[in-house]
């Protein structure tokens, strides 16, 4: 059963009713007024969270003079890891699977080859054990392990689903990390943020983070940002759906009442382009200044020839207050100064398909003027490239994803295994995800 095009048209009709009551003139002030007044140094409970780290300013490129730039890495190298999503099993037993893969840009194919494959699994019966050791496969270019989840009374699929991503991503970053020599850029942050937003869930989630299984994962990634130091090579994380909501947040703390549901919406507002009354891109002040995008609303066409961007902030708020200087990053030992291991961030908007995206590293990189200059050359060349993220991530991406066939045969194989069905739902068969 359709709609009627009458039901459609009544629908449709609702948007008259929303958009009379929205002036999207005064959210484009508020924008700039918090990109001038509040971002320079934004505080939440006494804490700045959001500051510069150099420059304060928004900028943009041309797109064809951007991919077609020297790249400032010679080569790039990107890591993924997909999972088959969390399963549960009739016998109590909830499994997610999750297979991490390292490409290159130029291609390595010995590279390519090597996996991370860990196992997670998470039993109602208190008496179960399921660890076990690394096991190498496929003359020794697959390491895979079985992780036994520490025991939930909620979100056992959360926290299944969490532990087996970061466990491979983590690991096969670390063993792989010798191999890259220019860039590694991972497809999503720099650290296992999951984990650091399950406090704000629930008071048994926060307290299960700082058990030993879920510290092991978070410090994987920890002596990854020390080992890529140590060798003086840079290492980023290039995020797709950024969702951050630090921002926001802490500007409704304040009594402003942000129109945007998160940072990304805010910073997309910031940083497109549109054509004004006289068909000319103008800038933020409405001054058409050159290098400074503008935030004009709804009204004209968007300019989409040039990326816009942002310098690079300090993050100490929301899921990234973890890793602040002043945090104890679960009681991880750091080996260099806290503030090195802070997360700092840049944001790029692409006109072209209207999405924006997050690009992260640690401070350790990005306190230097000139490589946060080089990181910046790179995200912007790469994006006007493939108008999407960069070929490396693009490829690491391809490597680890686990196509719907093969979740449902490797579910298949695990019920054969457990001698048990997963336990299904109404959508599971509405969808087509289990046959009737």
Do not use: C
């Not at 968007?302 to 961007?309: I, Q, Y």
């Amino acid at each position: 059963m359709t709609l009627d095009p009458i039901h459609v048209e009544n629908i449709a009709r609702l948007a008259y009713g929303i958009a009379s009551d929205v002036d999207t003139t005064d959210h484009d002030d508020l924008a700039v007024r918090v990109w001038d007044e509040w971002l320079p140094g934004l505080r939440r409970d006494g804490r700045t969270v959001i500051e510069p780290v150099g420059d304060h300013e928004r900028r943009r490129a041309p797109i064809d003079d951007a991919a077609l730039t020297e790249r400032p890495f010679e080569t790039v190298h990107g890591l993924d890891s997909g999972t088959i999503n969390p399963t549960t099993f009739k016998n109590g037993l909830v499994v997610d699977v999750a297979h991490a893969a390292m490409a290159s840009e130029p291609t390595d194919l010995e590279l390519h080859r090597d996996r991370t494959i860990v196992a997670t699994v998470h039993a109602g019966d208190s008496t179960a054990d399921f660890d076990g050791d690394w096991a190498e496969r496929d003359e020794g270019h697959t390491r895979q392990r079985v992780l036994h989840a520490p025991r939930v009374n909620r979100y056992a699929e959360g926290v299944v689903h969490a532990l087996a991503l970061y466990l491979a991503e983590g690991s096969h970053a670390l063993d792989h990390a010798d191999r890259v020599d220019d860039l590694l850029v991972l497809d999503g942050p720099i650290y296992p943020k999951e984990l650091f937003t399950w406090d704000d869930r629930n008071p048994e989630l926060g307290a299960l983070a700082r058990e030993a299984k879920p510290r092991a994962v978070v410090e994987n990634y920890v002596r990854l940002v020390e080992r890529f130091v140590e060798r003086d090579v840079p290492l980023v994380g290039f995020v797709k759906n950024p969702s951050s909501g630090t921002i926001v947040r802490a500007l409704a703390r304040e009594g402003v009442e942000p129109p945007w549901p998160d940072d990304t919406a805010l910073f997309t507002r910031l940083l497109e382009r549109r054509d004004d009354a006289g068909g000319g891109p103008v800038d933020a002040s409405g001054n058409g200044a050159p290098g400074e995008p503008d935030a004009s609303g709804d009204s004209g066409e968007r300019v989409d020839d040039e990326l816009t961007f942002t310098t690079w902030f300090h993050s100490r708020g929301g899921a990234d207050e973890t890793m602040a200087a002043d945090r104890d990053a679960l009681g991880i030992d750091r080996e260099f100064d806290s503030e090195l291991y802070e997360p700092t961030f840049m944001v790029l908007y692409d006109p072209r398909t209207d999405v924006t995206y997050k690009l992260e590293a640690p401070y350790a990189f990005t306190r230097d003027r000139d490589t946060r200059e080089r990181l910046t050359r790179q995200v912007l060349a790469d994006v006007a490239a493939s108008r999407g993220p960069p070929a490396a991530v693009a490829k690491a991406d391809e490597l680890a994803r686990i196509a719907a066939t093969e979740k449902s045969a490797l579910r298949r194989a695990f019920e054969d295994r457990f001698d048990s069905e997963q336990q299904s739902t109404y959508d599971d068969h509405r969808w087509g995800k289990t046959p009737l």
